[in-house]
Each structure stands twice: as C-alpha cells, then as structure tokens.
C-alpha cells in the first residue's frame, strides 16, 4: 500500500512545461515590446528638431510600405502585433503569479518576498501603473482627445501642449520610472529564461539591465522635461 503525503507535493512535469512554456512566452513578448521602446524613444527624441521634423517623422510612420501597400497598412500590422505582444505578456504574468501563488506554501512565499530585489517586488503593481499609462497616453498623445490641444493638432503641438502641463509631465515621470523598474528585472529575467545568463554572467547581466533600463528611461524622460522647463517650445 502506497501512502501520499498531502505536504509533499511534487510539480507534475505537464506542470513544469507549462511553466517554462509560459516563462518564454512572457520572454518573447518583452522582448518585442522592448524593441518597440527602443524605436519610439528614438522618435520622441525627434522634438528637438523642431515641428516640422517631428511631424515629418509622425507622417512618415504613416506612410510605411506605401505604395506596395495602402496608407497605414504596416502601422496596423505593427499595432496589432504590440496588441497580441501585451496581451501575451499579462497573461503569462498572471498566470504564472497565480501557478507560483498555488505551488508554494505561505511561509515560504514570505521568505522569498524578503530575498527579492525591489524592482523584483513591484514588477505587478509596476505592470497595472503601466497597463493604465498606456491607455492614457494613447487618449492623449496618439488619439488626442485628453490633450489640451485637441484631435486636430499636429503631433508636435499636442506633445508641447501635454509636457507644458506640470501634472501631465508628472503623471509621465511617475510612468516612466515605472517603467524603469519593469525593464531592469524584466531584461535579467529574459536573460534566465532564455539561458542567456549563469553564474559567473550574472553580475555582467545585471549591470547591463540596470544600463539598459537607465538609458531608455532617460530617453524617455529628457523630452517631456525639456518642454516643462523651455527647451523644446
């Protein structure tokens, strides 16, 4: 006769390959989002070339594949793959938080929160600041309608119209800082999965993530801040 013990649980191994399925998938998908951020940081730092460089620029994105392809068609194909690439990573993430939530008993969750880093901890909360960021820099930046400007601006006057804003530059600063931390611990976690790192790695991947994180936040951060502040009018 075979006894189970209810407390020693092992991970079934259909578990174990669901897990690192969705690991990848939440891999890949950063990394798609992570190459669109490059390239929209690049964008943005059009602003300091003045309107007609920024909306020749915004017009050009438009315009890609044209005349192979109508007006827009390359822009779709990229929106819907970012849509799938988001869509994809919060589901990974959710469903992996709620597998790990399962798996492990409570005293064990509290000591594995203590030995995490702080970017590591605020990954969730950092991932919902930014779900709700995007959807509100769409309205406004890419949509118009929340821009002080209006729908019918030029690129250009609607991104000096929301970044002359005290609290619209706050709210971005607040995002982007976000963003920062998500991107630190999220680069060194792709490394993991996709075994791109071990121990003797380990402090080169960090200190690549943390560069990497800094840089594009900075990126990021250095045009709303200059049209706060004059440079960029």
Request: overall charge positive; aromatic content about 10%; proline content about 4%.
């Amino acid at each position: 006769m075979t006894v189970t013990h209810s407390g020693q649980r092992r991970t079934p191994k259909a578990a174990k390959t669901s897990s690192v399925f969705k690991k990848v998938v939440m891999a890949v998908s950063g990394i798609i989002l992570v190459l669109y951020l490059v390239a929209h940081m690049v964008g943005n730092l059009k602003l300091f070339a003045g309107a007609e460089t920024f909306n020749g620029y915004s017009e050009w994105i438009r315009r890609i594949g044209e005349p192979a392809v109508p007006g827009q068609t390359v822009l779709w194909i990229i929106r819907l793959v970012l849509l799938v690439a988001v869509a994809a990573h919060i589901w990974a993430a959710i469903s992996l938080w709620r597998q790990a939530k399962r798996a492990r008993p409570q005293q064990y969750v509290a000591r594995k929160q203590v030995a995490q880093s702080y970017a590591s901890r605020t990954m969730r909360w950092g991932g919902v600041i930014l779900g709700l960021f995007i959807v509100y820099h769409i309205l406004d930046l890419t949509l118009g309608v929340a821009n002080p400007a209006g729908h019918d601006a030029t690129p250009y006057d609607r991104a000096i119209a929301g970044f002359s804003n005290p609290f619209v530059t706050l709210v971005y600063v607040v995002a982007l800082l976000a963003l920062g931390f998500h991107l630190r611990h999220g680069v060194w976690s792709a490394t993991q999965t996709l075994g791109q790192s071990n121990k003797t790695r380990e402090r080169t991947v960090n200190a690549f993530a943390t560069v990497f994180a800094v840089v594009l936040t900075a990126g990021f951060l250095i045009p709303p801040l200059s049209v706060l502040v004059g440079i960029i009018e």
